[in-house]
């Protein structure tokens, strides 16, 4: 069974504040994609990444899969209460197989 | 724009009572998922159909069932609703099984009495 193991499981900040997710695996993947959930709602897809060492910014957050493609990070800088939400990592085995395995989340509470 | 659209997004059923929730993609992709997801946990996955096959996960239980009469349509039937079955469901596509990257729906919010 592969896992994908994410920490932190709960993060509070403080507005402005700089914070990283961890997303972390024994398995490799063909590819990692990072989706952002809000209350409520269903999981928006923010990033996918499929190559060992690739890092992708969107706006103030940057993503990186690891060289090994085993695991991957999620940087949010000056973090703002709209970046409130559950961050869930999910990999893809890629071929035949396209279900996706998914971290168990980071909730994010940014607090203004 | 293209979407993935879920009606309703709130439902409630009495325990027992058969509920059917519908999912619906504009974006033409072969595969669609359904998730079931429990407060600020991971979505779990129920099945999957890539175009017409249909893909059970080994732990769906029976009560779970699912259509897909097209491309664009798929639906979740459960049976006989529990009260462990009150969550979140949700719609997901993918263009095929070359891309991972799933597109959700909004969500249909569950709640049994």
């Known amino acids: 069974t592969q896992l994908l193991e994410q920490s932190p499981q709960f993060l509070s900040i403080q507005e402005g504040e700089n914070l990283t997710v961890y997303c972390n695996s024994s398995s490799v993947f063909s590819s990692l994609q990072w989706y952002r959930q809000e209350p409520g709602e269903g999981p928006v897809l923010l990033v996918t990444v499929v190559t060992g060492g690739e890092v992708k910014k969107l706006k103030r957050l940057t993503f990186q899969f690891g060289d090994a493609r085993k695991d991957s990070s999620l940087h949010i800088t000056a973090a703002q209460p709209g970046d409130t939400g559950l961050y869930l990592c999910a990999g893809g085995r890629g071929g035949s197989n396209y279900k996706l395995t998914f971290g168990k989340g980071t909730l994010l509470t940014v607090n203004p | 724009d293209a979407m993935v659209i879920q009606n309703p997004r709130y439902q409630v059923t009495q325990f027992g009572k058969p509920v059917t929730l519908s999912c619906s993609q504009t974006l033409n992709h072969n595969v669609m998922y359904w998730y079931q997801q429990k407060s600020s946990q991971a979505p779990k996955l129920l099945f999957h159909?890539?175009?017409?096959?249909?893909?059970n996960e080994a732990d769906t239980p029976d009560n779970f069932q699912s259509r897909r009469p097209n491309t664009s349509f798929c639906f979740l039937d459960i049976r006989s609703p529990g009260l462990g079955d009150a969550a979140m469901y949700l719609c997901?596509?993918?263009?095929?099984?070359?891309?991972?990257?799933?597109?959700f729906g909004p969500g249909t919010r569950l709640t049994v009495t």
């Open positions: 159909y890539y175009d017409k096959d249909f893909n």
């Open positions: 997901a596509t993918s263009r095929d099984q070359a891309g991972h990257e799933q597109y």
